[in-house]
């Protein structure tokens, strides 16, 4: 099995930064996309930011120019450093990840995600 957990979250003040943390553990063979959502209360699950393999990122409109998302392969870690936070940004961040499981001969894609940490901005 794959574990993702997630770190960094709290609480912090508009204009403040935060960078949260993902790391990945278990019966992993490689990682391909990794993503953050994030979700508020009485809201949808939204993505916030994407990482493939290559390293190449793409972001949502509302945190384009903010954030940035960035991975260490070697730690099977991805991070999103968030800079200008607002209060609107206040949310539980997942973390979700592709991974290739090898079972014997067989590699298969997996799809897992993490528990989430909350991300509170005061104003």
């Known amino acids: 099995q794959v574990q993702l957990v997630e770190s960094g979250g709290g609480l912090v003040q508009a204009g403040g930064s935060l960078t949260l943390s993902c790391a990945a553990s278990?019966?992993?063979?490689?990682?391909?996309?990794m993503r953050w959502y994030r979700q508020a209360p009485g809201k949808q699950r939204e993505l916030v930011a994407a990482i493939n393999s290559g390293g190449n990122t793409n972001y949502a409109d509302s945190v384009k120019g903010r954030s940035t998302i960035s991975r260490d392969n070697a730690k099977n870690t991805v991070y999103l450093q968030m800079n200008s936070l607002k209060p609107e940004n206040t949310a539980v961040y997942l973390c979700?990840?592709?991974?290739?499981?090898?079972?014997?001969?067989?590699?298969?894609?997996?799809?897992?995600w993490g528990q989430g940490t909350q991300v509170t901005v005061s104003s």
């Open positions: 979700h990840a592709l991974v290739l499981v090898q079972t014997g001969v067989v590699t298969r894609q997996y799809a897992f």
């Open positions: 278990g019966s992993i063979f490689s990682i391909n996309t």
